[in-house]
């Protein structure tokens, strides 16, 4: 299933973080809410997958959300650090996510 965010089609919604592949690319965490899912975050690395198990500002996606997380991925196995940092701030810009803020 695709996700639209910006100009952008994420694969996901994921339930976990064991569904994304160990791939260059940008991530989203969404608190999954029936009425509406809420941006919580967003970041890029060279290893998706990792970075959302092992990132510093978890503990902010979770208390920012009473139900469940959802994980989002865009690959992008052509575009270098720097390209996938310009999205990010386009799309840390366009939402504001509550733990998006460095």
């Known amino acids: 299933?695709?996700?639209?965010?910006?100009?952008?089609?994420?694969?996901?919604?994921?339930?976990?973080?064991?569904y994304i592949e160990e791939?260059?690319?940008l991530y989203a965490i969404f608190c999954r809410h029936y009425e509406k899912d809420?941006?919580?975050?967003?970041?890029?690395?060279?290893?998706?997958?990792?970075?959302v198990e092992n990132n510093e500002k978890s503990n902010c996606w979770r208390r920012n959300c009473p139900s469940a997380l959802g994980y989002a991925v865009l690959y992008?196995?052509?575009?270098?650090?720097?390209?996938r940092k310009r999205i990010e701030e386009e799309i840390r810009d366009q939402y504001n996510p509550v733990c998006g803020r460095k």
């Open 38 to 51: 809420l941006l919580v975050d967003t970041g890029e690395s060279d290893n998706v997958r990792l970075r």
């Open 1 to 18: 299933m695709a996700i639209e965010i910006g100009n952008y089609s994420f694969e996901g919604y994921f339930s976990s973080p064991a």
């Open 76 to 83: 992008t196995p052509d575009l270098d650090e720097e390209e």
């Open 23 to 25: 791939a260059p690319g």
